[in-house]
Structure formats: C-alpha cells, structure tokens
C-alpha cells in the first residue's frame, strides 16, 4: 500500500469519514511493512585507478529508490585487493542525490586482499524519489580491484 498524504487542516465538530479512515490504516500499514529497497551483487571484479569519488558500478549500484519519508539504511560490503606490495589507501562512501554521506569509511591496505563494509544511516530522507550511489577512490595511482560478490543495498526503515 502506498503512503497517502494525510488530512492536516481538520475543524472542531467536523466527522471524520470511511475516507479518512481508510487513509489512516493504509499509512499505518505502509509505515510497518516498508517497499522502498534496492540491493545488488557484483558479478565481476571492479577495479579503480581513480584519485576522486566516483561511482563504483554506477549501471548496477546506483539504486532509486521512492520513500515514504523515513530513514534510510545504505550497506554495503566487499574485498578489495591492491594490485602491488605498496600500501594504499582506499576509501567508499555513498552519495545520496548529489550530496554525500558517512565518514569516508577508509581502509589502509596492508594486506593483499581487505574486507571492506559499512552501514549508514540517513536521517529523516523526504518523501519521494532518491538516488543513492555507492562511490569510491583510491590514492597512490596503483589501482584497487573490488572482487566479485560485493553487495550493497539500501532500505526504508
């Protein structure tokens, strides 16, 4: 069931119909069992040379996604492996319609291959349509490879 803007200008004395009230259970019931989701999972390696964000599957992982008005919950988790015995910093994020959100979860690869994985929450999203895209940089020129099976998702809660 979808969220349907609620009546907010009411007047004292006035009844309320089978209308309001329908309304009234159908946001309750989209408010419990949430639709707005996304999730997928790497076929394939994915590898980056870039030094700035950018999308880490933007055809795969870039979810939109319509909310009803809550939060949101974006994960995502992977391996990456460095491409020499250099270290290297690699960082992710997850950019959400154009602005971008968490702590640049970063990860010193000293080690050839590192577990990657982050959950963030973004607070009191609007309702509507929202894109949520899943970036990435790495710094020393070396290049990052993420292997397959990295899984990211987002979620309405």
Avoid: C
């Amino acid at each position: 069931m979808a969220w349907t803007i609620p009546k907010t200008d009411w007047n004292n004395g006035e009844l309320v119909s089978a209308d309001d009230m329908n309304t009234i259970g159908e946001n309750l019931a989209s408010l419990a069992n949430p639709q707005a989701k996304a999730s997928f999972v790497t076929p394939s390696d994915i590898v980056t040379y870039s030094n700035s964000f950018v999308d880490i599957d933007s055809e795969n992982m870039n979810f939109a996604i319509t909310t009803t008005g809550r939060d949101v919950l974006a994960h995502f988790q992977g391996v990456v492996h460095r491409a020499d015995s250099s270290d290297l910093t690699v960082r992710f994020l997850v950019d959400v319609d154009g602005t971008r959100h968490g702590s640049h979860v970063s990860a010193g690869i000293g080690d050839y291959n590192y577990l990657i994985s982050f959950t963030h929450l973004i607070e009191n999203l609007s309702a509507g349509s929202h894109t949520f895209k899943f970036q990435w940089t790495q710094q020393h020129n070396k290049g990052v490879r993420l292997k397959w099976g990295a899984h990211a998702w987002v979620r309405e809660i």
